[in-house]
Nanobody, 116 residues
Framework: QVQLVESGGGLVQPGGSLRLSCAAS????????MNWYRQAPGKERELVAS????????DYADSVKGRFTISRDNAKNTVYLQMNSLKPEDTAVYYC?????????WGQGTQVTVSS
């Protein structure tokens, strides 16, 4: 069983930056593909960024390309999401997600609010 705990959310002005962290425990972190999802009020959960287990290849939603960066530190069992040039439409609950074949796990989410 893998436990995921997100941190780093908060209130930020448009154009600002935040770095989200997701600490994993209870499994072999380096084997898991890791993802960040978000869900805004009244909208479906969407995939924001992904990083693979072996090669650390990354992929991003078009809406965040060039602004967000996903990375992982396997020694610390942590995945990060650096978010720059934040926009009001980035406001959402951000969730960390881990997947290994048919097994998947979710964190509890962290709120990001972009507002002046």
């Amino acid at each position: 069983q893998v436990q995921l705990v997100e941190s780093g959310g908060g209130l930020v002005q448009p154009g600002g930056s935040l770095r989200l962290s997701c600490a994993a425990s209870g499994g072999t972190f380096r084997w898991y593909d890791m993802n960040w999802y978000r869900q805004a009020p009244g909208k479906e959960r969407e995939l924001v960024a992904s990083i693979t287990s072996v090669s650390s290849s990354t992929d991003y939603a078009d809406s965040v390309k060039g602004r967000f960066t996903i990375s992982r530190d396997n020694a610390k069992n942590t995945v990060y999401l650096q978010m720059n040039s934040l926009k009001p439409e980035d406001t959402a609950v951000y969730y960390c997600h881990a997947r290994l074949k048919e097994r998947e796990y979710w964190g509890q989410g962290t709120q990001v609010t972009v507002s002046s």
